[in-house]
């Protein structure tokens, strides 16, 4: 079965700094990884995802996440943040390939921005 | 180009009742996914359609189906209403793994 962990539910950043959000999944093949953005009330918006090939990915509004088979992790990263970041990000882990189309989400974790 | 449009934004239901929502996918996609948002919680997948067929289905009851129409835009029908079954629903369309949101159906069951 596939899943996903994001340990941290709640993470406060003051604007400007360095952001890291973790995720760790689990799923029996290559896993096609991605991480959305929710904005309260609001659906979710890709900011980017991996298939295959290079190991570091970039997205929309400044975030990349580097995938590391070894730790089974998918970190995304933003050098500085700003505070229209403040959002729940959300990582997912799909199929890819055979009979498993879904996406499995983990909890999210809630950013807040100080100014 | 529209992106994934769902309808209506709010629903209130009574326990017991049924309900449809709608949902539009973006323009050249032929797949939709529904997922069942709880407050706090990640997005769980109910099932997906395409080609009019349910191609996958997650760990929901039978309460929950929905219909594929030949246009791609899909409805999602809860029969037996339950408090929790309170959620945001969000629909999903895609033509590859790469799935796009839509706003999202609020559903409060009192």
């Known amino acids: 079965a596939q899943s996903v962990t994001q340990p941290d539910i709640h993470i406060t950043v003051s604007e400007g700094a360095s952001l890291e959000l973790r995720c760790n999944y689990s799923y029996g093949a290559t896993p096609y990884l991605f991480w959305y953005v929710q904005s309260p009330g609001q659906g979710l918006q890709l900011l980017l995802k991996?298939?295959?090939?290079?190991?570091l990915v970039q997205g929309i509004k400044g975030f990349e996440a580097e995938f590391k088979r070894s730790q089974s992790s998918f970190n995304l990263r933003k050098p500085s943040v700003h505070w229209s970041d403040a959002a729940e990000y959300f990582c997912a882990v799909g199929g890819s390939g055979g009979s498993n189309y879904k996406l499995t989400f983990g909890k999210g974790t809630l950013l807040t921005v100080n100014p | 180009d529209a992106g994934v449009t769902q309808s209506p934004t709010h629903l209130i239901k009574t326990r017991g009742q049924q309900v449809t929502l709608r949902c539009s996918p973006k323009?050249?996609?032929?797949?939709v996914s529904w997922y069942q948002q709880a407050l706090g919680q990640g997005p769980q997948f109910i099932f997906q359609?395409?080609?009019?067929?349910?191609?996958q289905r997650g760990n929901f009851p039978d309460r929950f189906s929905g219909h594929q129409f030949p246009n791609y835009s899909s409805e999602l029908n809860v029969n037996a209403l339950l408090l929790g079954d309170s959620a945001l629903y969000l629909c999903?369309?895609?033509?590859?793994?790469?799935?796009?949101f839509g706003p999202g159906t609020r559903l409060t069951v009192t």
């Open positions: 999903a369309s895609s033509i590859s793994y790469e799935q796009y």
């Open positions: 991996y298939f295959s090939g290079d190991t």
């Open positions: 323009s050249g996609h032929d797949t």
């Open positions: 359609y395409y080609e009019e067929e349910e191609r």
